[in-house]
């Protein structure tokens, strides 16, 4: 069963940076190849729908939300297994537990949850002014 796990998170005051990572595990013996996984990092606040931040797609090319386009940077390390994404200039909007997806399946749009089948168990962001 593949596994997404996400760190990296904490609480930072506002204009500072944090790294988040997503470490994936067990996606060889369940069929899964890691560099043809599309990834993607999303966000969610109590009581809001699930936001899509950044996705990086299987060659590597790479979307963002308007809201944090020229403030964070998301890529992916192959050789790790792993799924970074770089946040500066954090605002307390940037508030959220943020959560890292993957599919090996074509992902038409990338800001779209359901697009993703496998999902990490999140990491707390907290952003103060």
């Known amino acids: 069963q593949v596994q997404l796990v996400e760190s990296g998170g904490g609480s930072v005051q506002a204009g500072g940076s944090l790294r988040l990572s997503c470490l994936a595990s067990?996606?060889?013996?369940?069929?899964?190849?890691?560099?043809?996984?599309?990834m993607a990092w999303f966000r969610q606040t109590p009581g809001k729908e699930r936001e899509a931040v950044a996705a990086?797609?299987?060659?590597?090319?790479?979307s963002y939300a308007d809201s944090v386009k020229g403030r964070f940077t998301i890529s992916r390390d192959n050789a790790k297994s792993t799924l970074y994404l770089k946040m500066d200039s954090l605002k307390p909007d940037d508030t959220a537990v943020y959560y890292c997806?993957?599919?090996?399946?074509?992902?038409?749009?990338?800001?779209?949850?359901?697009?993703?089948?496998?999902w990490g168990q999140g990491t707390q962001v907290t952003v103060s002014s």
């Open positions: 997806a993957a599919d090996q399946s074509t992902v038409r749009e990338w800001y779209e949850d359901y697009e993703y089948r496998i």
């Open positions: 067990g996606y060889t013996a369940s069929g899964y190849t890691y560099n043809k996984l599309n």
């Open positions: 990086v797609d299987r060659d590597g090319s790479t």
